[in-house]
C-alpha cells in the first residue's frame, strides 16, 4: 500500500507581503491614490454613522429624533469620539494627499462642508443633557494639532539639531585640519 505524498510547503513570505507597498515595483501615485480610496470609504462610514447613530433614533415621545443609542451614556461617548476620531483624521488625509491638486480649494470647502454637516447631525440627534459636546470637539481637533505639532516640532526642533550637527562636524573638520598642520 503506497502512502500519499506529504505536500511541504515553504511559508517564507506571508500572504500579506504580496499586498504591502514596495518601493521598488509601486508608484507614489499608485500608493496615493490607494489611500484616497480607502480613506475615502472610511470617511463616508464614519459620516454615515455619525448621521444615523446605531440604533436608530426615538420615533415617538419626548424623545423624538434623538439617539436610541445615547441613553447608554458611556458607550454613547466612545462611539461618538471615536466616530468623530476617525472621519477627522480621514479629512486631514485627503486634503493632505490631494495638496496642490487641481480643485484643493474646492477639495477643502467641501471637506470643511462635510464636517460642518456632520456636525450638525450629530448636534441634532444627541440628547444635549446627556453629552457635553467639548469630547467631539476635541476629538474632531486632534488629527490637525497633531500634525501641526509635527510640522513644528519638525521645522523647529529639526532644524536645530541639523545646525548643532554641521556645528559639530566643522568643529571637527577644523580641529583636524589643525592637527594636520601642525
Known amino acids: 500500500m503506497s502512502q500519499p505524498e506529504k505536500r511541504t510547503t515553504k511559508r517564507s513570505h506571508s500572504w500579506f507581503k504580496k499586498f ?5 515595483t509601486d508608484s507614489p501615485s499608485d500608493a496615493r491614490n490607494v489611500l484616497l480610496v480607502v480613506v475615502a470609504l472610511i470617511a463616508a462610514v464614519t459620516f454615515q454613522a455619525g448621521v ?18 445615547a441613553s447608554q451614556k458611556r458607550a454613547y461617548y466612545v462611539f461618538l469620539v471615536s466616530n468623530t476620531l476617525a472621519l477627522s483624521t480621514c479629512i486631514l488625509v485627503i486634503t493632505s494627499l490631494t495638496y496642490r491638486f487641481p480643485f484643493h480649494l474646492e477639495i477643502w470647502a467641501a471637506t470643511a462642508s462635510m464636517m460642518i ?12 443633557e446627556s453629552v457635553r459636546f ?19 516640532f519638525k521645522k523647529y526642533c529639526m532644524s536645530e539639531n541639523e545646525n548643532q550637527i554641521g556645528s559639530q562636524e566643522e568643529g571637527e573638520k577644523r580641529d583636524g ?3 594636520q598642520q601642525v
Not at 117 to 128: C, D, E, K, M, W
Request: glycine fraction near 10%; charge should be positive; hydrophobic fraction near 40%.
Open 20 to 24: 504591502q507597498y514596495d518601493p521598488k
Open 52 to 69: 444615523n447613530p446605531p440604533g436608530g433614533v426615538w420615533q415617538e415621545g419626548n424623545h423624538a429624533g434623538r439617539a436610541i443609542y
Open 117 to 128: 454637516t456632520y456636525a450638525s447631525a450629530v448636534f441634532a440627534v444627541t440628547p444635549h
Open 134 to 152: 467639548r469630547y467631539p470637539l476635541i476629538a474632531a481637533s486632534v488629527p490637525f494639532v497633531m500634525r501641526c505639532f509635527g510640522y513644528f
Open 177 to 179: 585640519q589643525a592637527g
